[in-house]
């Protein structure tokens, strides 16, 4: 027991406690600085935001997806969509996330798009997931869009 206490004191003056003087100075400074010099600082630039790239969009809407967080897997896949519109996964994603969300049509666009984008009918052949999503989807809203698959 003892040496966990002394270990724990040893990290604590090691690693927190500077931090906290770091902090402590960092904003004593900020209540020294003259608010009339910031005004006119020319580094304090603001620039807008800029959305990510659709590829990182969809990185990080795989990573909600994996995380069963839908609602914010879907807002990263239509902000690809919305950064570029022929990025053929972000409609991947736009489909899974809607058909776990039970927006059924909406999955069955998303994934008809994203067969669509693919650049040669190859990959849209070797896309075997999206194709049993395809039929899985018109089966069950009763209807068919295209011809079956062979």
């Not at 690809?80 to 899974?96: E, F, N, R, S």
Request: hydrophobic fraction near 35%.
């Amino acid at each position: 027991m003892r040496r966990g206490r002394t270990t724990f004191r040893r990290c604590w003056a090691l690693i927190v406690a500077p931090l906290c003087v770091a902090a402590t100075v960092s904003v004593r400074a900020q209540r020294d600085i003259d608010p009339r010099a910031a005004v006119h600082s020319t580094n304090d630039v603001t620039r807008p935001y800029q959305l990510p790239g659709a590829r990182k969009s969809v990185e990080i809407g795989n990573f909600y997806l994996r995380r069963k967080k839908y609602k914010a897997a879907l807002s990263r896949f239509e902000e690809a969509v919305q950064t570029d519109p022929d990025y053929a996964p972000a409609y991947l994603g736009l489909g899974k996330t809607y058909e776990k969300l039970g927006l059924k049509q909406k999955a069955l666009d998303s994934y008809m798009q994203y067969l669509d984008l693919l650049p040669s009918a190859k990959q849209a052949e070797e896309a075997k997931d999206a194709h049993h999503a395809i039929d899985r989807l018109e089966r069950e809203l009763g209807h068919r869009t295209s011809p079956p698959a062979s």
